[in-house]
């Protein structure tokens, strides 16, 4: 089967810097994404790792290590408004085919 | 533009009726997909399509039909909703991607279905 895992909840403090890792066992990969999703809300793109690395979006960072199935998403400087949901997903095939993880709730606190 | 716009916004069903849920971008993406996220969970992907008049199975298809006559639409049949279907339900878009460079999905407000 098919399986991504990410912790189920973060908390941490306003300015500080929090790391969300995703593990994942597929049967094929073609790239991992990261996306947020406010409550109520639909979940929109943050980051995007094909190849092994770091990728730096503005305060968003995230990593992968396709070697050890492992990738994080890291937040600096948090503020209140990064609080939401994390999701992981990895494309499975050339075909778009996607599998997205459980999601991490992260709380940010003043 | 209005980037991906979903119809209905909420529905209430009986168990054993049909409905369709429709999708559209304006983005002349060539990608679209349909997910149903549960209470607290992830996202499952349910059917996917890599271009008009082609359609795909995802990872929970069973009790769901598709159709992509058109570029810009993707419609979500249920013919006979039953209450696990009940859910919240997101179509996403995404550009053709011809190398592992990028692989963003661009997602609508989503549908908000019960089954009674």
């Known amino acids: 089967g098919q399986s991504l895992e990410q912790p189920s909840e973060v908390t941490a403090v306003e300015g500080a810097i929090v790391q969300i890792n995703c593990t994942y066992q597929t049967s094929g990969f073609y790239g991992l994404s990261w996306y947020q999703q406010h409550d109520g809300g639909a979940p929109t793109f943050l980051s995007y790792n094909g190849l092994d690395g770091l990728e730096e979006t503005g305060r968003f960072s995230s990593f992968l290590s396709r070697s050890d199935s492992y990738g994080y998403l890291l937040l600096q400087e948090l503020q209140m408004k990064d609080s939401a949901s994390y999701f992981c997903a990895v494309r499975t095939n050339y075909g778009q085919n996607f599998v997205f993880g459980p999601g991490t709730r992260l709380s940010v606190l003043p | 533009n209005a980037g991906v716009t979903q119809t209905p916004k909420f529905r209430v069903l009986k168990t054993g009726q049909s409905m369709t849920l429709l999708c559209a971008q304006d983005m002349n993406h060539e990608y679209m997909y349909w997910y149903r996220q549960d209470p607290g969970m992830g996202l499952r992907l349910i059917h996917y399509?890599?271009?008009?008049?082609?359609?795909a199975k995802g990872e929970v298809p069973d009790g769901y039909n598709v159709s992509r006559l058109k570029k810009q639409n993707f419609l979500l049949g249920l013919e006979s909703a039953a209450p696990s279907q009940t859910s919240v339900y997101f179509c996403?878009?995404?550009?053709?991607?011809?190398?592992?460079?990028?692989?963003?999905?661009?997602f609508g407000p989503g549908t908000r279905l019960t089954v009674l």
């Open positions: 996403a878009s995404s550009p053709s991607v011809d190398t592992l460079a990028e692989d963003t999905q661009y």
């Open positions: 399509s890599v271009g008009e008049g082609t359609t």
